[in-house]
């Protein structure tokens, strides 16, 4: 690196378009510019240390500077640098199919490179229309997702996508997309008595995709997508038997379910997928992010033999690719991310931490601002609130962006901790630590969120 951080500080404001950025805000405050990363912590351009509690975007998840990864990337360059899978093959992609079909649940064999989890969803739900088409069903064509979800950006990943402040600008969305009731039990719609009992919250959960796919015409209903914990909204875990029922449903109407593992995959939920922590075989799971620990991109589709059987015969094919799907370094890193995840134990880490970290984030409860606490693995939410003593009452827009924008966000990233604070819905602050995070790094989340979140401004 050629410039100052003076410089850096310029060009990033002259010439860097940050997504999903307010840049008129970095008129008056610093671009974060990181430079180096070592295991759980970052380090920006002027040598401070910050913990990363966010797996940077939920990607990280053996850590920041490992050079095994490092390594595997410059081997592969070194030795093929690029070729595409268009009608080919190089070694680094048939091996990483090969163990990413090995570790996905039983069934699920075929896999489909992208370079992210965008493509990713774009991908399934290409796939999953392409099959319908040729197995005599083209007016399948439909997808429901959930309220909120995150899905991608991408024009078609965006419809499937339910929040609508990243949708609204782009008008008119891809058609076919329908939204149906998430798993906020925090401020669902119905009942207390259902939403306190884990058989009649799931039911009514699981009735909401049923009754769209009725609604919609279940012939015309390719696929349900669904994150196995969802992101958006504040990591909204299913109610115990949820996605067991919705697969049901799927069944009865032949519907695909896809499995949306962006960020609930390799070991963020202490399982290699989170559908499996849950006891479900999807038709497709959607991956990306941590599948290298970010050290290059990539993402894909692992689908089952069915799905794959009708673009095996004859003069069939898939119509879609993408150049860079694939790409050998990529799958070379991916490849050496699983080998450090399995020969570092550190998808059982998870397992094993989960309750430790848990613990810690629900001791926060006994702040004012701290309404719920919500997720699994290391993957959590703390949502906040106006009044504590009326958890329903909810923060205007204004009053959260305040909140958030103004207090919460920058003060937390003051005190060394990065994480996430969402303003676009109700305020929630998000936790998906590097997974190799132990009891110190874990202390200090807690110790940051507390001393943060404990003195806030009084009226907020
Ligand atoms: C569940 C889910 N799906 C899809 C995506 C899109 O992935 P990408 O940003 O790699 O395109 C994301 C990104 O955060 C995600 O969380």
Sequence with gaps: MTMTPEELQEAAKRHLWMH???????????VPVFVRGSGPRLYDAAGR????????LFVVQAGHGRAELAEAGRRQAETLGYYPIWSAAHPAAVELAARLAALAPGGLERVFFTTGGSEAVESAWKLARAYFRQIGQPERTKVIAR?????????????????????????????????????????????????????????????AVEAAIVEEGPETVAAVFLEPVQNTGGCFPPPPGYLARVRDVCDRYGV?????????????????????????????????????????PLGGVICTDELAAPFLEGDASFAHGITFGGHPVSCAVALANLDLLESEGIVEHVAATEKAFAERLESLRALDVVGDVRGAGFFWALELVKDPDDPSARFTPEERTALVRGHVAPRLFEAGLVCRADDRVDPVVQLAPVLTCADAELDEIHDILGDVLGNLPSGR
């Design 147 to 207: 309220d909120l979800a995150y899905h991608g950006t991408t024009m078609g990943a965006l419809a499937v996508t339910g929040l609508p402040a990243i949708k609204d600008q782009f008008e008119p969305l891809v058609p076919g997309a329908r939204h149906v009731a998430n798993t906020n039990r925090f401020r669902s719609g119905l009942p207390p008595d259902v939403v306190a009992d884990d058989d009649r919250f799931a039911a009514a959960c699981a009735g």
């Design 256 to 296: 695909l379910l896809v499995s949306d593992e962006v960020i609930c995959g390799f070991g963020r939920l202490g399982h290699w997928f989170g559908a499996a922590r849950y006891g479900v075989v999807p038709d497709m799971i959607t991956f990306a992010k941590g599948v290298t620990s970010g050290y290059a």
């Design 49 to 56: 240390a910050y913990l990363d509690g966010l797996a940077s």
């Design 20 to 30: 999903f950025s307010r840049l008129g805000a970095f008129r008056h405050k610093d």
